[in-house]
């Protein structure tokens, strides 16, 4: 179980330093927009932090800011920009959830459930998928008449 929690702590620093890569457009433009754009970058800081302190709270606040990512900055409409944006949070957050599943019932009951959401969520994604496929044909049949 160690490792587990190990590889969540990486791969939410990880996250967190992959998106704050995204502020540095801002530093052109003053240190005002420096710090709006790095507003997605303290929200996960500070979920790390609760996560490496309280495991199965920090992981529900990223399977929680998983959905968000997706909604919010609609990922939804692309793959490749859902698994690099919304898909990590959520991947992090079952391996924190994961880390205090052998501990106790009520964790175990949390992970059941945390499960079948994550299955909600990539049903989610794999909608979209088909969706964009339709759209596809849809103006793909309206340029041909």
Known sequence: MKWI??????????????ISIFALDALTKGILALLMHLVPTFILATATFMAWKRPTLG???????????????????????FLLISFPPALIGFLFINVKVKENTLAKFLFR????CFVIFVATFVGSLLSIGLGVQ???CISRT
């Open 5 to 18: 929690q190990t590889a969540a702590r990486v791969l939410a620093i990880l996250f967190v330093l992959f």
């Open 59 to 81: 992981g529900l606040v990223f399977l929680i800011l998983g959905l968000v990512f997706t909604f919010w900055f609609s990922t939804f409409r692309d793959p490749i920009v």
């Open 113 to 116: 459930f945390l499960t079948m």
């Open 138 to 140: 849809e103006k793909l």
